[in-house]
């Protein structure tokens, strides 16, 4: 668990401190932060990372196709992705789930469910 590096994408430098100071209170502490998928793609180049948290709604390049994109590529077929984002309606998860997303988180959320939920894809 302590070896895993955790790249957080997200347009929000709020949201992007929550999530990174949630992951360092569950043990978490190699964690790389990303704008938006255009972003978070060149940081994958340069940073071995284990594990993806990715917002949906951005600029340059949104969650959903970062996630397709992500999924296109060989080397990163089966990395873990999370998505959390505002997004609820029952068929925009459904659509995360078809791109690829591993799991899904709804903002708001708690501590607890963000390690919940990483867990649970971590176990498979």
Do not use: H
Not at 49 to 75: A, C, H, K, Q, Y
Not at 86 to 112: C, E, H, M, Q, W
Request: charged letters at 25%; aromatic letters at 6%; proline letters at 4%.
């Amino acid at each position: 668990m302590a070896d895993l590096k955790i790249l957080t994408v997200d347009d929000s430098p709020t949201m992007r401190r929550i999530i990174i100071n949630t992951l360092k209170r569950a043990g978490y502490n190699k964690v790389v932060e990303a704008t938006d998928g255009k972003d978070a793609l060149a940081k994958l180049k340069v940073e071995e990372v284990n594990f993806v948290i990715t917002d949906w709604n951005m600029p340059e390049m949104d969650g959903l196709t970062f996630v397709t994109v992500l999924r296109s590529m060989e080397e990163y077929k089966s990395i873990p992705i999370l998505m959390v984002t505002t997004r609820s309606v029952k068929d925009d998860i459904v659509n995360a789930l078809k791109a690829g997303v591993n799991n899904y988180i709804v903002k708001p959320f708690t501590p607890d469910t963000l390690k919940q939920k990483i867990e649970q894809v971590l176990a498979g």
